[in-house]
C-alpha cells in the first residue's frame, strides 16, 4: 500500500509559475512508487498525463507541457515535484499526482497503481 500527498496548487496569474509537491510513503514504497508522475483534469475533458519520473531521474513529458514543466525528484527519494512556468489559463485543472512501478506505468491513466487526492490548480487571465 502506497498513499500520496499532494500539496502546492492554489491561484496565480497567466504567466506565473507554481510548483507542486507529491510525498510518497507506505510498506511497498520501493516498488509501487518507483515510477511518480502528474495528470491534470480539465472540466469537461479526460484525466491526461502531464509529466512522469523514475526513481533513476529518467522523465516522460505530455507535449503540450514540456518546453514549460519540469518534473523532478531527489535520487533514489519519494517525493516528485511538478515546477509549472509560463502558466496559460488552459492549465488550469486539478492535477493528480500518480505512482506505479515502472515509468511508462505512470504515464497512461489506465497503468497508474495509486493516485493522490489532487490538488486545485487555476490560472487567471
Known amino acids: 500500500q502506497v498513499q500520496l500527498v499532494e500539496s502546492g496548487g492554489g491561484l496565480v496569474q497567466a504567466g506565473g509559475s507554481l510548483r507542486l509537491s507529491c510525498a510518497a510513503s507506505g510498506r511497498t514504497i520501493s516498488s509501487s512508487a518507483y515510477g511518480m508522475g502528474w495528470f491534470r483534469h480539465i472540466p469537461g475533458k479526460e484525466r491526461e498525463f502531464v509529466a512522469a519520473?523514475?526513481?533513476?531521474?529518467?522523465?516522460k513529458y505530455a507535449q503540450l507541457v514540456k518546453d514549460r514543466f519540469t518534473v523532478s525528484r531527489e535520487r533514489g527519494k519519494y517525493t516528485a515535484y511538478l515546477q509549472m512556468n509560463s502558466l496559460k489559463p488552459e492549465d488550469t485543472a486539478v492535477y493528480y499526482c500518480a505512482a506505479g512501478g515502472t515509468l511508462d506505468s505512470v504515464a497512461q491513466v489506465w497503468s497508474v497503481g495509486t493516485w493522490g487526492q489532487g490538488t486545485q490548480v487555476t490560472v487567471s487571465s
Open positions: 519520473i523514475n526513481r533513476m531521474g529518467a522523465t
